[in-house]
């Protein structure tokens, strides 16, 4: 199992340009995740899902979007480049069961994004 | 303030001193984790607690849920434990798979 891969690994953006990034699992996991990480600050949740078609705003949600048509991908998008976007980027995914480690997130390697 | 503050946000330590890193949260939680990033980037799930203790080779993680605390601690600190620590705790308020971050704990063990 590749568990949770993101594409791209990098990316450099002009202001104004938009974008899309790719986070997929094979874990059959019910729950996705988007979150952001800035130097100084702990990781902060963008969007989540906790289905094929559905999602729901986190904590700083402004300027991105998402979509989870397939269960095995969570999409987020960036319609209008801005330099305060760039972060790393960090996709994660967690089962939905009852045993006890139903909770516990799986992370992907993380993409780069600078927004020049 | 933060609802999750870890201390301290740096760490340096010899190769085989005793490691303790703190987690102190100000809400209400269902389960913290602790989570463990490489300096490559990557973030691993090392510890998911909602009371007591857990071990797991050098590694312990403890919680006490009156007090709002939680301590990781790795015996025998080796140079490869060198990475960033994260606390995380699940806001039992905003919902079950929902967790909050800590900034990070930067270890750093020299041999």
């Known amino acids: 199992n590749a568990g949770v891969t993101q594409t791209p690994k990098f990316r450099v953006l002009k202001t104004g340009q938009s974008m899309t990034l790719l986070c997929a699992q094979d874990?059959?996991?019910?729950?996705m995740y988007w979150y952001r990480q800035d130097p100084g600050m702990g990781l902060r949740l963008i969007h989540y899902?906790?289905?094929?078609?559905?999602?729901a705003k986190g904590e700083v949600p402004d300027g991105y979007n998402v979509s989870r048509l397939k269960k095995q991908n969570f999409l987020l998008g960036l319609e209008s480049a801005a330099p305060s976007q760039t972060s790393v980027y960090f996709c994660?995914?967690?089962?939905?069961?009852?045993?006890?480690?139903?909770?516990?997130?799986?992370f992907g390697p993380g993409t780069r994004l600078t927004v020049t | 303030k933060n609802e999750v503050e870890q201390s301290p946000q740096n760490l340096t330590a010899q190769e085989g001193e005793f490691i303790t890193i703190n987690c102190s949260y100000s809400?209400?939680?269902?389960?913290l984790h602790w989570l463990q990033q490489h300096p490559g980037g990557g973030i691993v799930s090392l510890f998911m607690?909602?009371?007591g203790k857990k071990k797991h080779g050098r590694l312990i993680a403890t919680i006490n849920i009156q007090e709002k605390h939680s301590s990781l601690h790795i015996t025998a600190s080796h140079p490869r434990d060198s990475a960033v620590y994260i606390c995380?705790?699940?806001?039992?308020?905003?919902?079950?798979?929902?967790?909050?971050f800590g900034q990070g704990t930067r270890l750093t063990i020299n041999p």
């Open positions: 994660a995914s967690s089962p939905h069961s009852v045993r006890e480690n139903r909770y516990e997130q799986y």
């Open positions: 809400v209400g939680i269902s389960a």
């Open positions: 899902s906790v289905g094929e078609g559905t999602t």
């Open positions: 607690l909602s009371s």
């Open positions: 995380a705790v699940r806001d039992r308020i905003q919902g079950a798979q929902k967790l909050v």
């Open positions: 874990m059959n996991h019910e729950y």
